[in-house]
């Protein structure tokens, strides 16, 4: 079972290789292992929640965390409309398995990750947002609506094809933003 993932949207662009360069000292700082795997990824297990600021979290659920270069950035289906430019270059961010300890780590790693490479987070979908019944989505994504705008920061909404002609949104936002959804107590990211 794989868990989430988030994107990191860039609007300068840096090689993977010095990205991945610069990430592997600070990440050996509380994680172990830390390892590059044969397709360039990097592989890391969070040991030391505590750098990220969370000292009461136990790791013992949590699975390995990875960190790839987005070949899909900038994607000519999507509408960056919302930003003064598009994005030049994304990574993914993803845990290796789900469950709420795995949520909360990617989160903060987004969150510290964003920090670092002044990167927006692409949520990879609507946050709050739970499919089902086609009858109940437009209430359903009202209600998500309306949950992302009452934090603070910003969060715009990126449409892109589906295919078939159909087009849907997904959930991009700040750092703020991230902050103030780590303290929710609905917090949980796309699946």
């Not at 603070?152 to 159909?166: A, L, N």
Request: glycine fraction near 8%; charged fraction near 25%; proline fraction near 5%.
């Amino acid at each position: 079972m794989t868990g989430p993932a988030v994107g990191l949207w860039l609007f300068e662009h840096r090689s993977f290789e010095e990205i991945r360069a610069s990430a592997i000292p600070w990440l050996e700082t509380f994680c172990d292992p830390v390892e590059v795997e044969a397709d360039r990824d990097l592989a890391f297990r969070v040991q030391e929640p505590a750098v990220l600021g969370l000292h009461a979290l136990n790791t013992a659920e949590a699975g390995m965390f990875f960190l790839s270069e987005d070949d899909c950035i900038p994607a000519d289906d999507e509408d960056y409309s919302g930003f003064s430019r598009p994005p030049v270059q994304g990574l993914i961010l993803a845990a290796g398995c789900s469950g709420q300890v795995n949520h909360i780590l990617l989160g903060h790693l987004a969150l510290a990750f964003a920090q670092r490479l002044h990167a927006v987070i692409d949520f990879d979908g609507v946050l709050g947002f739970t499919p089902g019944d086609r009858a109940e989505e437009a209430a359903e994504l009202a209600r998500a609506r309306a949950l992302v705008a009452s934090l603070p920061g910003t969060v715009r909404e990126v449409s892109y094809d589906t295919g078939g002609g159909d087009r849907w949104i997904r959930h991009v936002g700040d750092l703020q933003f991230l902050s103030a959804w780590l303290q929710h107590p609905d917090f949980r990211l796309v699946k």
